[in-house]
Every structure is written in C-alpha cells, then in structure tokens.
C-alpha cells in the first residue's frame, strides 16, 4: 500500500479544526495535530491522527513535525476579541508570533501550500456592505488586527519564498463542537446553553445588529478546496461567508426563547460576506442555511 501522505493541522484540536481533521482523515491522509490544548480538546481529535502537544511559539517542537507535509492548515489561535483586548502581549505572541513560526517551518520543511484561518473581524466597522477582500481593512481589536497581520504575513512569504499560501477570512463560524461555556462564547452557542439552563437569551444593546453566519461544515469545504485549487496559493484572502446578514434578534427567534436585553459592547454593527471571490477562485457556495444549522445544533443540544 501507497504510503499516506502526511498532512498538519494546527489547532487541530479545536472546533473548526477538529472537523478539518476529521474531513482530511476521511481523504486518508496521515494527519498531524498541533495543539497546545489551551482551549482546544483531546477528545475531539479523530483517533486516526496524531496529536501533538505542543505549542507553536515553539519552533523546535513544531518545526519536525510540519517538515515534509503536504499541506499545512494553520488554525491555531487565540480566537477571542475580548481576550485580545485583556491580553495584547500573548495574543500577539502566539496569533502573529506563532504563525511566523509555521510559515517558516512550512517553507523549510518543503510544505506544498498553507490554508491559513483568516478573520472577518480584519473589516471592523465598514459603511458598506457586503464587505470585499480589496476594502482598506478597519481592525477594531488586537485580534482583527493580528489575525490581518497573519494574512500579510502569507502573502509576503509567498512573494518572498515562494512558499504558496492563501488566507480565508471566515465570517461567524457555528456548527457542532462549537464552544457554549465562558465568557466569550459566540451567540449562538450562548443562547443554546441559555435555553438548556432555561434561561432568557442575554441580548447585547438592541439586538438589530447583524452577522454572517457561515456552518462549520461550510468552512471545511472551502479549506479542503483551497488546499487543491490550482487558482490559489500566491497569497489570494479570500472571504467564506453565507453572504446574507441575520440580527441577533432573528437567530433568538430561531432558537426559540425569552430575550434579556443588556448593555451594548463594543462590537461591528453588521457583517455581510461578498462570496463571490469563493466561488470564482475555489467553486466554492455555502450549502447549509442558518435554519437548517440551527435545528441540527437543537437535536444536539437536546432542545427539540
Ligand atoms: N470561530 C469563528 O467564528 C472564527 C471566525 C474567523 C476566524 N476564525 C479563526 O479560525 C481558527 C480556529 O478557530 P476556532 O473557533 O476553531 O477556535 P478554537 O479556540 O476552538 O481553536 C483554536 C485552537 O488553537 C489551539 N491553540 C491556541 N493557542 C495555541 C498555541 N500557542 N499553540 C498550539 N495550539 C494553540 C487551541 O488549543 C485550540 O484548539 C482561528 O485561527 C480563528 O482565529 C474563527
């Protein structure tokens, strides 16, 4: 039998990761993980990868194991806004730090293409909608803009190594395995968890601002087709978003429950995907609509 080619899954660990590795399994590569499990979960890596525990600040322990990958998908962060703002200096060590170290250890290591886990949150506050990759970008926290600066630091190594990268700026990523506990959980899973303890869904300021929702399942997809693409790897951002912005109010209603209106935060009134980049670059079309998402994270919520 043909020797498994070997595929490295930073973050692998994580929630989108971890489906990226369960869908690179089933294409039966030889998957590496690389997590430090900060906030990631032994238990939701496929028993048919390898999990390393390490960190990706460091370059000795990360550096054997991306050499000679075909593929790096490079979904290690530290993922929370809030988090950012509270702790500048390591977000910064390990979202920019971290992902230098991967790209040097992919290029060293002979890696065929980098996907790297891009961030909506590198628009911040736009005036028009839906937003495109060629906007002037607007960060609003230490992790839009560190997560903008890891994309730049793609393309400059693909320019300047020859190493072929491509960044996908995800929208609001929902779907199983999402994360409902602490304090920075994402809305839909802080509703799910609201409803389960019957509790009133906590909405921030009024409610009427609205986000992309993109499934889980989605993203997965536009990962494995940009990691074959032959239209991609000098570089390109690409945005994966559904394209249609929902309010808060709307997906409160779609689970179905009280509301509890509290302070506003400082947060981008609304987020619209223009897809359009996706879909010429990588064929690619969101498939599975926020009704269709909500209701199968009900079923596993037990809710309905
Ligand atoms: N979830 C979203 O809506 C969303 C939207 C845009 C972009 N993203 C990006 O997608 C990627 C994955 O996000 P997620 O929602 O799955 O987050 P997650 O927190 O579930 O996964 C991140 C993983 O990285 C690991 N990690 C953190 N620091 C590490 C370090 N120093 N060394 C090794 N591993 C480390 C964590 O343990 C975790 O398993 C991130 O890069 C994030 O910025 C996510």
């Known amino acids: 039998m043909a020797k498994k080619e070997k595929v490295v899954v930073t973050g692998g660990a994580g929630f989108i990761g971890s489906h990226i590795v369960d869908a690179l399994v089933e294409r039966g590569f030889d998957v590496h993980v690389i997590d430090n499990l900060v906030g990631g979960k032994k238990e939701r890596v496929h028993k048919a990868a390898t999990l390393h525990k390490v960190d990706i600040r460091n370059s000795d322990s990360i550096n054997p194991i991306i050499d000679g990958a075909k593929y790096v998908f490079h979904m290690a962060a530290l993922p929370r806004v809030i988090y950012s703002i509270k702790h500048p200096i390591e977000t910064n060590e390990v979202n920019i ?3 230098v170290n991967v790209l040097r250890a992919s290029q060293e290591g002979g890696v ?4 790297y886990s891009a961030s909506s949150s590198a628009y911040g506050d736009q005036k028009t909608f839906p937003l495109r990759e060629d906007m002037p970008v607007n960060p609003k926290s230490p992790y839009g803009l560190q ?3 890891g994309e730049q630091y793609c393309k400059v190594w693909s320019e300047v190594t020859g190493l072929p990268t491509v960044s996908l700026r995800y929208f609001n ?3 199983p395995r999402l994360d409902p506990d602490g304090d920075y959980a994402l809305v839909i ?3 799910l968890k609201q ?3 019957g509790k009133p869904f906590t909405i921030t300021g009024d409610g009427e601002q609205t986000r992309d929702f993109i499934h889980v399942r989605d993203v997965v997809r536009a990962n494995i087709l940009a990691s074959e693409s032959t ?6 951002v690409i945005n994966i978003g559904a394209g249609s912005d929902v309010s808060i109010n709307k997906v409160a209603e779609l689970i179905g429950g009280p509301v509890e209106y509290i302070e506003p935060r400082l947060e981008p009134r609304h987020t619209r995907a223009d897809n359009r980049l996706a879909r010429k670059l990588l064929g690619w079309e969101p498939l599975v609509s926020l009704e269709e998402g909500i209701s199968e994270l009900k079923h596993i919520f037990k809710l309905s």
Do not use: M
């Open 147 to 149: 997560k903008y600066v």
């Open 189 to 191: 899973g802080k509703f």
């Open 112 to 115: 065929e293409r980098v996907v």
């Open 231 to 236: 239209n991609v790897g000098n570089g390109e």
């Open 97 to 99: 730090g971290g992902t």
């Open 195 to 197: 409803k389960k303890a």
């Open 173 to 175: 990523v929902y779907g």
